[in-house]
């Protein structure tokens, strides 16, 4: 008599910690840490197409900006620049880690000062390129 209803909730226990596991993961993976990099004109590159901007920061890792894709806003210098990462303190807080694939755990923004105080932060996502042609 008390056994049916039992079965019935444990059932539907189930079926919750699922749906809440699943929800939490997926929650996990859309909340990667912002990496910011400023844009050095002595030491990194730009290419521009239509509709595309690839980014090569300190002559190593590129980045695409794709205009339908990605975000583009401006904003001021002085409240992001405490978050920038430079190339090298990003590869050493990843010292450890299996190559390429920390990459994954990070969204990707690039800040081009236009002004004294104000400039353009690029959302851009990692390419890997061989012999400056892209590989996807």
Same mark, same amino acid.
């Given at each position: ?10 059932? /539907? ?5 699922? *749906?809440?596991? &699943?929800? =939490? ?5 859309? $909340?990667? %840490? +912002? #990496? ?13 197409? /239509? ?5 090569? *920061?300190?002559? &190593?890792? =590129? ?5 339908? $894709?990605? %975000? +583009? #806003? ?63």
């Amino acid at each position: 008599m008390y056994l049916i209803p039992l079965i019935q909730i444990v059932n /539907n226990m189930k079926n919750l910690i699922f *749906i809440l596991l &699943v929800s =939490s993961m997926s929650l996990c993976a859309q $909340k990667n %840490e +912002k #990496i910011i990099f400023q844009f050095e004109k002595q030491k990194d590159w730009l290419g521009e197409s /239509n509709d595309e901007t690839i980014f090569k *920061i300190n002559n &190593v890792h =590129s980045f695409r900006f794709i205009k339908n $894709k990605h %975000e +583009k #806003i401006d904003v001021k210098y002085d409240s992001i620049r405490d978050n920038f990462t430079s190339y090298d303190s990003f590869l050493q807080k990843n010292k450890g880690k299996k190559y390429p694939e920390y990459f994954n755990e990070y969204s990707f923004y690039i800040f081009i000062k236009e002004k004294e105080n104000y400039g353009c932060l690029i959302e851009v996502e990692k390419i890997w390129t061989v012999e400056d042609k892209i590989v996807d």
